[in-house]
């Protein structure tokens, strides 16, 4: 079936330390794959995405790199801030059989000034 | 654009009385429609998703039911809540390949 398997947190970081988030996923075609953030006391938006092998997807200093060969989208950034404190939900939308997303558990990051 | 609109934001409900969420979309149509719950600390879990009016996948049994009125309206119920119903409510959506979008969500206490 299709799943998609996070990194267990909480992840606790020093500012501007690096910061992977792996994320791996089992799908069958060709799926889309999202990172989604939710900030405290708020919704999710989405982060970035990527839709094809070999695609990085970036914004706000986050990447991740479409990797089919290891079914994996890990979500890195090279120094975090404070304000990068948050829930990180890797996701991806199955192209077969009906479109349908489907979510990880959720990494939640806490940044320590 | 896509929008979620979901109400209410907060809502706290005894023990054993009913629940009625609903949200509605804007900006599309015929879209996957999805009831997640995310309890204190923990990830999303999907509780229902919808391809289209009337059709209903229920992920995991439990105290909650859904349905799907009309295209772009998606409704969580439950006829005698429990304190383990507890949590954050999110209501998403997606359109084929492209994206998910979500509503604000709703906090539910049960006391």
């Known amino acids: 079936g299709n799943s998609v398997t996070q990194m267990e947190g909480p992840v606790t970081l020093s500012e501007e330390a690096f910061l992977t988030i792996n994320c791996t996923y089992t799908a069958t075609g060709y799926p889309s794959l999202f990172w989604y953030v939710q900030y405290p006391g708020e919704g999710l938006q989405l982060l970035l995405k990527a839709t094809k092998a070999d695609d990085k997807g970036s914004n706000k200093g986050f990447e991740a790199t479409y990797r089919k060969e290891t079914t994996s989208f890990h979500l890195e950034k090279g120094s975090v801030q404070v304000s990068d404190s948050a829930v990180y939900f890797c996701a991806l939308i199955r192209n077969t059989g009906g479109f349908k997303t489907i979510f990880g558990a959720g990494t939640r990051l806490f940044v320590k000034a | 654009s896509q929008t979620i609109h979901q109400w209410p934001a907060t809502l706290v409900q005894p023990v054993g009385s009913p629940l009625s969420l609903e949200c509605t979309v804007e900006?599309?149509?015929?879209?996957?429609l999805y009831w997640y719950r995310q309890a204190a600390g923990r990830g999303l879990q999907l509780l229902f998703y919808?391809?289209?009016?009337?059709?209903i996948s229920s992920e995991v049994p439990q105290n909650l039911s859904a349905s799907r009125p009309q295209d772009r309206q998606f409704i969580l119920s439950s006829k005698k809540l429990l304190l383990s119903d507890s949590g954050f409510y999110l209501c998403a959506g997606d359109r084929g390949s492209t994206e998910a979008f979500f509503g604000q969500g709703t906090r539910l206490t049960v006391v």
């Open positions: 919808s391809v289209g009016i009337g059709q």
């Open positions: 900006g599309t149509s015929n879209p996957n």
